[in-house]
């Protein structure tokens, strides 16, 4: 056997073994999509963790379903809205226009508000995060609402009550100033539409499909569970952009 055939057979071999390793690999692993190259961020992303890597907070088929349905679904609504609407995607960004949706369609303001708000939601969100935020965000919110635990108070009860489908949100306003809000539907603060506007910095999708799974009726359990999992890190480094892009 010559020596390239021999290196052919051996690399079948071992491509073989790891095709029978990935075929008996758990389902939540090998259906997280792994794309090498970065899309517009009118796609969707790769989901930058497992299904069940929020769990037990978040279950695997709840994320699985609210990923690679709900949220690929606003995508792909939002990328027929621009072509409907001659959005030039290539040269508008995502931010500017959810700013001025007001003039576009309601399926450009559910499907750009819906894809935004869960491209945000996945990064918001890790396992085993820290616990609370700390240097300038955390000075800012302490600020704000007194306390760290008075602002998870504030946010929790916008989330409560927001009646139906909807966010809570931390945002920046444009004076600088934190402020807690709820939206309905898929909008976002950073539509012109929105009662309190302003560059969201932290979001909880208050949907149904976000928690019924395993939570059912029960929207607070979801609520004070959620708190186990937020990215800080994440939520900081907005903070930060935000208040440079001042
Ligand atoms: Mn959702």
């Known amino acids: 056997m010559s020596n390239s055939n021999q290196n052919r057979r051996q690399f079948l071999t071992k491509t073989g073994k790891a ?4 075929a008996t ?10 794309n090498a190259f970065s899309v517009s ?3 969707q992303q790769v989901l930058p963790y497992a299904y069940n890597a929020l769990e037990p907070y978040i279950d695997a088929l ?3 379903i609210h990923y690679s349905k709900h949220a690929s679904t606003y995508a792909k609504n939002l990328a027929d809205a621009c072509v409907a609407e001659k959005i030039d995607t290539t040269n508008t960004s995502l931010v500017a226009l959810l700013k001025t949706v007001s003039k576009y369609s309601p399926k ?25 935020p700390t240097g300038v965000l955390a000075d800012a919110i302490t600020k704000t609402f007194g306390s760290f635990t008075d602002f998870q108070k504030a ?33 976002n603060p950073l539509m012109d539409v929105a009662e309190v506007q302003g560059t969201p910095l932290l979001g909880l999708d208050v949907w149904e499909h976000a ?15 959620w708190w186990n999992i ?13 208040l440079s892009n001042k």
Do not use: C
């Open 19 to 22: 095709g029978i390793a990935l």
């Open 25 to 34: 690999m758990p389902l939540i692993s090998k259906i997280v999509p792994n």
């Open 41 to 43: 961020e009118y796609q």
């Open 62 to 64: 709840t994320m699985e």
């Open 108 to 132: 450009m303001r559910n499907n750009a508000g819906g894809h935004y708000n869960h491209e945000l939601f996945w990064q918001l969100m890790k396992p085993s995060p820290s616990v609370a």
């Open 155 to 187: 946010f929790s009860e916008a989330a409560k009550t927001r009646f139906g489908s909807g966010w809570a949100w931390l945002l920046i306003k444009k004076d600088g100033s934190l402020a807690v809000s709820s939206t309905p539907n898929q909008d």
């Open 211 to 225: 928690y019924y799974l395993k939570y059912q009726n029960k929207r607070p359990d979801y609520i004070n569970s």
């Open 230 to 242: 937020v990215n800080w890190e994440f939520v900081q480094k907005r903070y930060a952009e935000a």
